[in-house]
């Protein structure tokens, strides 16, 4: 089964500038999560759909991130306006059930963010 | 609030070696432990997972944890490395949060298996 997809892989912009990544799942998989990856640290939960709702959104930068997933099956992270401290890996994961406990994730290859 | 701890960045151990890379763990209710691999410019890849049962946990690519509720551990131990096992490895917990069960990720460990 094919993985899942993230474009762009890479993207360098001046702070204050906006930004976008899109994401698409394994096909079927009802759960899809980003995830902000901070050189040197593990992946931090930015927010965890089930289908088109959002299940958590407890580590979201409100201010400045918004992520959507209208239909239930891609998904896009916004960053409006970037800050120099944005810039990381940000990974996208779908997994197949409801975001249980026994859940498996799987990740996508992330888009490298660099803010100047 | 739910955490983990990979105390070690970095573990080196030679090639045919058993290794072990730690990993302790704080949650408020039943842990739900998960280990995962990233290779260089690739996405994490998943390894294994306790959720209940028996405490040695086999995985992927001859990988297993031992879970460890005395100790609140979950350490991945392999016994014999290969240079191709040269990876960061990422322990994860599963809490219940707002009613569902949301990850939290260690820092990473680096592995370096010499030749």
């Known amino acids: 089964e094919a993985g899942v997809a993230q474009s762009p892989r890479y993207k360098i912009i001046e702070k204050r500038q906006s930004v976008a990544f899109w994401c698409n799942p394994i096909s079927g998989h009802a759960t899809l999560y980003w995830y902000q990856q901070i050189l040197g640290q593990g992946p931090k939960l930015l927010i965890q759909f089930q289908n088109n709702g959002v299940v958590d959104d407890s580590q979201l930068p409100k ?3 918004s992520a959507e997933r209208l239909k239930g099956v891609d998904s896009t992270l916004k960053i409006q306006p970037a800050k120099l401290e944005d810039s990381a890996v940000y990974l996208c994961a779908s997994s197949s059930h409801s975001g249980g ?3 498996t994730q799987y990740f996508g290859p992330g888009t490298r963010l660099t803010v100047l | 609030a739910q955490s983990v701890a990979q105390p070690e960045d970095q ?3 030679a090639e045919g070696n058993p290794l072990t890379v730690k990993c302790t763990y704080s949650v408020s ?4 432990l998960f280990w995962y691999v990233q290779y260089p410019n690739r996405g994490l890849q998943f390894l294994l997972k306790y959720i209940t ?4 946990v086999k995985g992927s690519y001859g990988f297993e ?3 460890n509720k005395s100790q609140t551990s979950f350490h991945l131990k392999k016994p014999s490395a290969l240079v191709s096992d ?6 994860a917990v599963r809490d219940m949060r707002g009613g569902s069960y949301i990850p939290t990720f260690g820092r990473g460990t680096s592995l370096i298996v010499h030749p």
């Open chain 1, 63 to 65: 201010d400045r991130f």
């Open chain 1, 101 to 103: 406990v026994t859940d």
């Open chain 2, 11 to 13: 573990v080196n151990v």
């Open chain 2, 29 to 32: 209710g039943n842990p739900y």
């Open chain 2, 53 to 56: 049962g028996d405490n040695l």
């Open chain 2, 65 to 67: 944890a031992e879970f």
């Open chain 2, 86 to 91: 040269s990876a960061l490895y990422f322990c």
